[in-house]
């Protein structure tokens, strides 16, 4: 489906990508990785033709749909409606449609007739007639309300505007699906929902992420981009991380060898070359020399650059890191964000924040750094606990004109200073040589920005870690040093992630903010799910039991005799008997959907067909009108039988 052939792209001095050469087969689920700044997004705007090569070519096979999303999704204008955005999903569709407007106005003339029809026949295969239909439909799986499509798409957080954002991917029903980090700034249960939707999708991917869950659950083939390449193994996640260290060691011999050899020649070069009898060899060892240097191994740059993480020791405290109790917070009274939260964090905890977007949880972690003030109810910071908190837009708040050094002795002069040795070794923990620290803190990716948060964080020594959405925007290495760190961590850790991965490798307990209340859970990730799975259970047979007969239940009360099965097959009918009216109608309901459906399709094959083979008297306009309001019509309809369905299925498997 795609060739990559030999493709380089500069920019300026610096190279991106170099003769980057693998395939993408049609099927395929690619997993593309590699450390931030390394050109993976590069690959998708080269296949979506937003950039062109220097050298190579990509052959794109067959000429597939392509579906898109983008990391920071941003509207055309400040207006622009969620619904309208969504209805951007396939490319040139809004234009086509507009152009079409304009020709049924004048359809007389042939070649506008010509065109038109051209026109509405590529506007029918992508699916044009029901794009509407179908982004509500997915807008509303996603969790949004009808009332939200006419609200400015401004206007949602980062979250939902990657809902909406999926929502019009899945409504283009695309060949090929490009996603570049999809699962940033959504909530932990929306990543679990994305996890799901993905897996049934049945195209070619192509997935750019960190986040080792969706990579390891959703991907068959990685390619690695890294060090301006691009390698293609034939595995998924786990294999390629084996696979990679076995190359990698390969690659290492081979560089010593090639430098090893280099040196050699370099050393004659540079004691012979003024002799004049030695003159021509020393000559034609400097074209070897060159010719090594165009062929110079590289070695990737997460083993050149990764960085460590040595967090400090933390100082003493109680053995109460934070208590709340029945605390509410509003931005505006009446409206709270959230009410009556109770929990406690014991020193040594390290404890997950769950739940869904919009839930209070980055609020509720402001206020236990004390960065906001509760509305009602108490927040209270134990004895000597020194908070570390650090927000989802902690590394937008670095001066983008200081260095990397200045940024962080500024940190260190504050906590009191000490030798200028013990500092550099500060910086060098956390992947800054000398070749970083004068760097304005602008340039630096995010990635960089975020190990530059965390080392001015660490280098004030806290006790108690409040970290909001951590792991965004740090590659997979940069994941891993991070969670081992804080796996060995002797202080206080609260964290809100949606890393799957990284919750369930981190976190020794679990609290969930619901819209029913918080919950607590003594154990990590894995005993969250399970108990929240039994309590889930609990509570659907507990409502199921409210709705039972009284009837059912053992004669005598519960130490009485059971039913014998003459009586239960009696109650049995008995209960049919009563949904009986309700089946009825129901049945009814589909029945009526069912041929009003098939008039309408009669109907609309008939507009259809005037439209494709038109008389000298056809109104191309209002037949135009025809369909759409025949195809819209048949799709209310549609909805309306499948309502009734899965009622009616709902009712007869509670006989």
């Known amino acids: 489906m795609l060739d990559f052939r030999g493709i380089s792209v500069h920019y300026g001095h610096q190279d991106v990508l170099t003769n980057v050469t693998f395939r993408v087969n049609k099927g395929d689920r690619v997993g593309v990785v590699g450390p931030n700044g390394s050109g993976k997004s590069t690959l998708f705007k080269i296949v979506l033709g937003e950039m062109s090569t220097d050298t190579g070519e990509l052959i ?55 065109r038109y029809g051209e ?31 006419a609200r400015p798409f401004a206007s949602f957080s980062g979250g939902w505007r990657m809902r909406a954002e999926l929502s019009r991917v899945l409504a283009s029903r695309p060949d090929l699906l490009l996603l570049d980090e999809p ?19 049945d195209g070619t991917l192509m997935l750019i992420s960190h986040d080792r869950y969706l990579l390891r659950t ?25 696979e990679r260290e076995v190359r990698y060691e390969h690659l290492k011999a081979a560089k010593e060898n090639q430098d090893h050899h280099r040196e050699q ?18 000559q034609s060892r400097q074209k070897l020399i060159d010719k090594i240097d165009e062929e110079r191994i590289v070695l990737p740059k997460r083993y050149t650059n990764s960085g460590r993480l040595r967090l400090a020791e933390p100082p003493p405290s109680g053995v109460e890191m934070f208590r709340c109790e029945k605390l509410g917070f509003a931005y505006e009274l009446p409206k709270f964000v959230f009410r009556s939260v109770s929990y406690s964090v014991a020193r040594g905890d390290k404890v997950a924040l769950i739940g869904y977007n919009g839930l209070g949880k980055t609020t509720l972690m402001r206020i236990m750094a004390g960065v906001r003030e509760p509305t009602e109810g108490k927040a209270v910071i134990g004895h000597n606990v020194v908070p570390g908190y650090l927000s989802q837009e902690f590394a937008e708040t670095i001066p983008p004109d200081l260095s990397v050094y200045r940024v962080a002795k500024n940190a260190w002069d504050a906590r009191g200073g000490g030798p200028e040795k013990v500092f550099r070794n500060q910086l060098g923990a956390f992947g800054f040589d000398e070749n970083d620290v004068e760097k304005p803190s602008g340039v630096l990716s995010g990635g960089e920005k975020i190990r530059l948060a965390f080392l001015r964080l660490f280098i004030s020594a806290p006790n108690f870690l409040l970290l909001d959405e ?6 997979l290495d940069g994941r891993r040093l991070l ?17 799957i991965d990284f919750v369930r490798e981190v976190a020794t307990s679990v609290v969930e903010i619901t819209r029913e209340g918080v919950f607590q859970y003594p154990g990590g990730y894995d005993y969250y799910c399970e108990k929240k799975a039994e309590r889930e259970a609990r509570a659907a047979a507990a409502s199921g039991k409210a709705a039972e007969p009284r009837a059912q239940k053992p004669a005598g009360g519960e130490g009485g005799a059971r039913l014998s099965p003459k009586e239960l097959r009696r109650q ?36 259809s067909a005037e439209l494709f083979n038109p008389t000298p008297t056809t109104d191309f306009a209002e037949a135009n009108r025809k369909v759409r309001t025949l195809q819209f019509e048949i799709d209310r309809y549609t909805a309306d039988w499948e309502a009734a369905a899965t009622e009616l299925e709902t009712l007869s498997s509670g006989d």
Not at 74 to 88: A, F, H, K, N, V
Not at 138 to 143: I, K, R, V
Not at 470 to 475: I, N
Not at 484 to 497: I, N, P, Q
């Open 60 to 114: 794109i096979e067959g000429s597939p749909r392509i579906g898109f999303t983008r990391q920071n999704p941003e509207p055309d204008s400040p207006e622009e409606t969620l619904l309208e955005y969504s209805l951007r999903g396939i490319p040139g569709l809004a234009e086509m449609e507009a152009e079409m407007r304009e020709l049924e106005d004048d359809l007389a003339d042939p070649a506008k007739m010509r």
């Open 119 to 149: 026109l509405q026949t590529k506007f029918e295969h992508l699916g044009g007639y029901d794009i509407e239909t179908r982004v509500k439909i997915a807008l509303g799986g996603l969790g949004f309300a009808t009332d939200d499509f």
């Open 183 to 201: 699962s940033n700034y959504l909530d932990l249960p929306a990543v679990d929902w994305l996890q799901k939707f993905l897996k049934a999708y």
């Open 218 to 242: 959703l991907t068959n083939i990685t390619v690695e981009v890294d060090a301006g390449t691009a390698t293609r193994y034939e595995g998924d996640l786990d294999w390629y991380l084996r």
């Open 265 to 282: 020649l370099q050393r004659f070069v540079d004691r012979f070359r003024a002799q004049a009898t030695k003159a021509a060899q020393a």
């Open 470 to 475: 951590p792991t965004t925007h740090l590659d």
């Open 483 to 499: 969670q081992d760190a804080l796996k060995k961590y002797r202080g206080t850790l609260f964290l809100v992630s949606h890393d």
């Open 572 to 607: 049995r009918a008995a209960e049919r008997a009563k949904i009986a009216p309700k089946v009825k109608e129901l049945k009814r309901r589909m029945e009526a959907a069912e041929r009003k459906i098939d008039e309408l399709q009669q109907a609309l094959d008939e507009a």
